[in-house]
């Protein structure tokens, strides 16, 4: 099973949009709507932000969105703050009851 | 609150054997699936194994198949890795989380520990 596809960076100026790939294949994000989203501040763990595709947990702001086009799924972080630089992760369930993480996007606020 | 407390990283010769301990508090253990995630420094995160809620259960990404087992004592709400036959690129930050949801149905993260590095060196 090979990782999900992210650009390694992505830049943005407070309060501009950005949008974070993660292409996968027709057996992983292709075939699910099962893509979660996680952000990692350095030295921490990972903190759930987006799943099955959209959905957002409780706590997390609106600021951040997801959603997915074929073997593609996509982060939005709107309005940017200093706080969102990160790195962010994107996985989908892979089927066989396996996940596949992406490559990990880092993002940074200019 | 939920916590999820890994131990048991070390370093270690290839061919070597480790076992990593994850403690679970503030929720019901044995209503979760359970996972094992590594990361290499500086690199992706990468699932390894989970086991379901009673253990009967389990499933490995190829790669450790064969070579690590998952388990799990639920009257000690503590989670296990044993991992044998260790190679230089099993060298991680190995973190234990939890399955999202109780039951089944549900296939992302939603707490993680701080994780326990465990290296493979000669």
């Known amino acids: 099973q090979s990782a999900l596809t992210q650009p390694a960076s992505v830049s943005g100026s407070p309060g501009q949009s950005i949008t974070i790939s993660c292409s996968g294949t027709?057996?992983?994000?292709?075939?699910?709507?099962?893509v979660s989203w996680y952000q990692q501040h350095p030295g921490k763990a990972p903190k759930l932000m987006i799943y099955?595709?959209?959905k957002r947990p409780s706590g997390v702001s609106d600021r951040f969105s997801g959603s997915k086009s074929g073997n593609t799924a996509s982060l939005t972080i709107s309005g940017l703050q200093a706080e969102d630089e990160a790195d962010y992760h994107c996985?989908?369930?892979?089927?066989?009851?396996?996940?596949?993480f992406g490559t990990g996007t880092k993002v940074t606020v200019l | 609150e939920v916590q999820l407390v890994e131990s048991g990283g070390v370093v270690v010769q290839p061919g070597g054997s480790l076992r990593l301990s994850c403690a679970a508090s503030?929720?019901?253990?044995?209503?979760?699936?359970m996972h094992w995630v590594r990361q290499t420094p500086g690199k992706g995160l990468e699932w390894v194994s989970l086991?379901?809620?009673?253990?009967?259960?389990?499933y490995y990404i190829d790669s450790v198949k064969g070579r690590f087992t998952i388990s799990r004592d639920n009257s000690k709400n503590s989670l296990y890795l044993q991992m044998n036959s260790l190679r230089i690129e099993d060298t991680a930050l190995y973190y234990c989380?939890?399955?999202?949801?109780?039951?089944?149905?549900?296939?992302?993260?939603?707490?993680w520990g701080q994780g326990t590095l465990v290296t493979v060196s000669s």
């Open positions: 989380a939890r399955n999202g949801g109780a039951g089944s149905g549900t296939y992302h993260f939603d707490y």
């Open positions: 086991i379901s809620w009673n253990g009967g259960n389990t």
């Open positions: 996985c989908s369930y892979a089927g066989s009851s396996k996940r596949v």
């Open positions: 099955e595709g959209s």
């Open positions: 503030g929720f019901t253990f044995d209503d979760y699936t």
């Open positions: 027709s057996s992983d994000v292709g075939s699910y709507n099962l």
